[in-house]
């Protein structure tokens, strides 16, 4: 099993940053992936960040150039690291990690880009 506690989100204007955390607890040494997902009013929810254990990142074509996924195996916490942000990226950040026998989630953060 593994746990996992989301931080970071906020208000913010559009062309700021935020960084979101993730804090993993639990079975963390079977992890071989490490995603953020958002989920929009009224959409589905899209992967738009992700990194396997070893190292090698995807981005949705939406955000690359702007968003940043990294982790700190010392802490157990991984990072997405969101800049020049946009209206439209406004919505609830999960995180997410899968071991060999189980998917977490974490509990969301809202993220809203808003003058």
């Known amino acids: 099993q593994v746990q996992l506690v989301a931080s970071g989100g906020g208000l913010v204007q559009p062309g700021g940053s935020l960084r979101l955390s993730c804090a993993a607890s639990?079975?963390?040494?079977?992890?071989?992936?490490m995603g953020w997902y958002r989920q929009a009013p009224g959409k589905q929810r899209e992967l738009v960040a992700s990194?396997?254990?070893?190292?090698?990142?995807n981005y949705a074509d939406s955000v690359k150039g702007r968003f940043t996924i990294s982790r700190d195996n010392a802490k157990n916490t991984m990072f997405l690291q969101m800049n020049s942000l946009k209206p439209e990226d406004t919505a609830v950040y999960y995180c997410?990690?899968?071991?060999?026998?189980?998917?977490?989630w974490g509990q969301g953060t809202q993220v809203t880009v808003s003058s």
């Open positions: 997410n990690v899968r071991t060999a026998v189980a998917i977490a």
């Open positions: 990194m396997t254990s070893g190292y090698s990142t």
């Open positions: 639990g079975s963390i040494f079977s992890i071989y992936f």
